[in-house]
DNA sequence: AGCCCGATTTGA
DNA sequence: CAAATCGGGCTA
C-alpha cells in the first residue's frame, strides 16, 4: 500500500487493513495472508499499550517514526507479535495484526507451525483440513511463525519487500466486507481501557482469533 | 544486578 | 488450568 494509506489515523486504519495481504517474500516463494482481525493502540492516551503515557524506550522507539513501519515485540520469551507503526511521526500508535486467513505458500506455514509433524511427512489427505488450515494464522503468535517474520523485520518499511501489506487482486477483494468491532483481548491491566472497542475483525471470518 | 511479568500458545 | 521462556523496563 501507498503511503497514504497508512496515514490514516489509527482506528480508521485499524478497520481499512482487514482484508488487505500480507505478504512475505521468501527463498522458497511468496507466503500470503489475508488479514481478518486487528487491534488499535493508542499510545500515550491507551493504558493498554507499550507507548502509554508516551513511554519511549528502546522497544517502543519504532513507534515514534513514521506510520507504515513493523513493530515487532517478544511475548512470553516465545512469541513474536507484529504491528504495523500507524499515526504521524512522534505519536506512538500500532495496529496489531491479531489474525491472518492463508492464502499463499500454506506447505511453508505447516513446515514453521508444525515442525515435527512436517519431518514425519503428513499424509496427504490430511495436510489441509480446515481445521489445520486455521490453527496456522488464528492468532498474533501464531501467524508470525506461519510467515516466518520476527524481529529482524523491527522498524521495516512495509511499503517495501520482502515484508509488504499490500491490496489483494482484484478478482479476491470483497467489496462488503461486514466490520465488527469490541473490547481487545488479553488486557485486563489496562484499567479504563479495558473496554475500548478497539478490536477489529471481519464477521464470521472462521480465521478469527479464539 | 536483580526482579517481575507479559497485546500467547499449548498440552495435561 | 498451569507451564514454557526471556528480554524489557523498573527499582536499587
Known amino acids: 500500500m501507498e503511503s ?18 500480507v505478504i512475505h517474500e521468501t527463498n522458497q516463494g511468496s507466503i500470503v495472508g489475508r488479514i481478518v482481525e486487528t487491534e488499535a493502540y493508542k499510545g500515550p492516551e491507551d493504558r493498554a499499550a507499550h507507548s502509554f503515557g508516551g513511554k519511549r524506550t528502546q522497544r517502543t522507539e519504532v513507534m515514534f517514526g513514521p506510520p507504515g513501519h ?29 489474525a491472518l486467513e492463508p492464502i499463499n505458500g500454506i506447505p511453508f506455514m505447516i513446515q514453521q507451525r ?25 492468532g498474533p503468535g501464531k501467524l508470525t511463525q506461519a510467515l516466518g517474520i520476527d524481529q529482524r523485520y523491527y522498524d521495516h518499511d512495509l511499503k517495501l519487500p520482502p515484508l509488504s501489506i499490500a491490496e489483494p487482486p482484484t478478482q479476491n477483494i470483497d467489496e462488503h466486507l ?10 485486563a491491566y489496562a484499567q479504563e481501557a479495558i473496554h475500548y472497542p478497539w478490536r477489529f475483525w471481519i464477521k464470521n471470518n472462521p480465521y478469527v482469533s479464539q
Open 114 to 138: 508444525f515442525p515435527q509433524k512436517y519431518a514425519a511427512g503428513l499424509r496427504k489427505e490430511e495436510s489441509l483440513t480446515p481445521r489445520l488450515k486455521k490453527q496456522l494464522t488464528n
Open 70 to 98: 513493523a513493530y515487532f515485540f517478544l511475548i512470553y520469551g516465545m512469541y513474536h507479535c507484529f504491528n504495523v507503526v500507524s499515526a504521524a511521526t512522534d505519536k506512538p500508535e500500532a495496529i496489531l495484526i491479531r
Open 178 to 187: 461486514v466490520i465488527s468491532r469490541g473490547p481487545r483481548i488479553n488486557i
Open 4 to 21: 497514504a494509506f497508512f496515514e490514516q489515523p489509527t482506528l480508521a486504519l485499524a478497520e481499512a487493513l482487514l482484508g488487505k495481504y
